[in-house]
């Protein structure tokens, strides 16, 4: 049975940083890209970041480009999201997932390329 599991959420003032971590169990990790997505109150689920299957390829959302940096280390079958800058509009849940093809060259950003998601971890910047 696959597990994903996301850890690291808080409340943090506005400019502050955060990290959040994401362990897997049950599947071959170092096969397949992860990504991370959030989803504020009223909002679609929308895409963060993404990473490759080996670490070498990361791509972001705009809005976080820059500010969030994703990492991962495959001997721990864990994945990172490093928020720093953070900003009232990244409140949201923050969830990890795990792409449904493994070996992508590239990470992708669709929610749809993604099987496996974690339960969520509440992230909250205040001013």
């Known amino acids: 049975q696959v597990q994903l599991v996301e850890s690291g959420g808080g409340l943090v003032q506005a400019g502050g940083s955060l990290r959040l971590s994401c362990t897997a169990s049950g599947l071959t990790f170092s096969r397949y890209g992860m990504g991370w997505f959030r989803q504020a109150p009223g909002k679609e689920r929308e895409f963060v970041a993404a990473?490759?299957?080996?670490?070498?390829?990361?791509i972001y959302a705009d809005s976080v480009q820059g500010r969030f940096s994703n990492s991962r280390d495959n001997a721990k079958m864990t994945v990172y999201l490093e928020m720093n800058s953070l900003k009232p509009e990244d409140t949201a849940v923050y969830y990890c997932?795990?792409?449904?093809?493994?070996?992508?060259?590239?990470?992708?950003?669709?929610?749809?390329?993604?099987?496996?998601w974690g339960q969520g971890t509440q992230v909250t910047v205040f001013s």
């Open positions: 997932a795990a792409d449904k093809t493994g070996w992508r060259t590239r990470p992708v950003k669709s929610l749809y390329e993604y099987t496996y």
């Open positions: 990473i490759s299957w080996t670490g070498g390829t990361t």
